[in-house]
């Protein structure tokens, strides 16, 4: 079956790092997504990753292990705007996108 | 460039009316688009995937005679709620399947903001 793994919610302080992992198990792969979805507002794309290896984008890094099937979303000099549920997708062999529950993050001063 | 809007952005309606949401590509043509319903603290959870010229592809466990999805046009989709009633209450996001865009992935979704649906 297809299956995609994040923690629930996570914490962290203003100013730090915060990774949020990924596990994800899906018929066939065409890429890693990771959103933003702040609360009652839609998810907004952050980063993709299809070869594995790291990619930056300002504070934000995404990390790909294609045989592992594990990826992270990297948040550093974290802002009290962060706070908000980071969504994990795999895009399968139909190009269509496997939703993760969603991790919320809480961002304490 | 992918920008995606929804109408409207929020309905308050009566059981047992019916329910219009309109999604559109702002500035690109999107064959393929997606319909999405969110429940508070939930995940996301695909409806039905809407492709332009032909009918629709419904997951599994949505009933199609009461959401009717049209894509007349390549900017265009629309899902009806037939016959709400208050358990149909949710946030109804579509999304457009883009493919190609400069400097982004090959293939990825874009999101139209939402409509927030209270059936009472």
């Known amino acids: 079956g297809q299956n995609i793994d994040q923690p629930t919610e996570m914490t962290a302080t203003e100013g730090a790092i915060v990774q949020i992992n990924c596990t994800y198990q899906t018929s066939g792969f065409n890429g890693l997504f990771w959103y933003q979805q702040h609360a009652g507002e839609a998810p907004t794309f952050l980063s993709y990753n299809v070869l594995d290896g790291l990619e930056e984008k300002g504070r934000f890094s995404s990390f790909l292990s294609r045989s592992k099937g594990y990826s992270y979303l990297l948040l550093k000099e974290l802002q009290m705007k962060d706070s908000a549920s980071y969504l994990c997708?795999?895009?399968?062999?139909?190009?269509?996108?496997?939703w993760g529950a969603g991790t919320k993050l809480i961002i304490k001063p | 460039g992918a920008v995606v809007s929804q109408h409207p952005s929020w309905v308050i309606c009566k059981s047992g009316t019916s329910v219009k949401i309109e999604c559109r590509s702002l500035?690109?043509?999107?064959?393929?688009m997606f319909w999405y319903r969110q429940f508070p603290k939930q995940s996301l959870m695909l409806m039905a995937t809407s492709n332009e010229g032909s009918k629709a592809t419904y997951e599994q466990g949505v009933e199609k005679d009461k959401f009717l999805i049209n894509h007349a046009s390549l900017t265009l989709s629309t899902l009806t709620v037939t016959s709400a009633h208050p358990e149909d209450s949710s946030f109804y996001i579509c999304?457009?399947?883009?493919?190609?865009?400069?400097?982004?992935?090959?293939?990825?979704?874009?999101f139209g903001p939402g409509t927030r649906l209270l059936v009472l």
């Open positions: 997708a795999s895009m399968d062999s139909n190009y269509q996108l496997i």
């Open positions: 500035d690109f043509q999107a064959t393929t």
């Open positions: 999304s457009a399947r883009v493919s190609g865009l400069a400097g982004g992935p090959g293939e990825t979704q874009y």
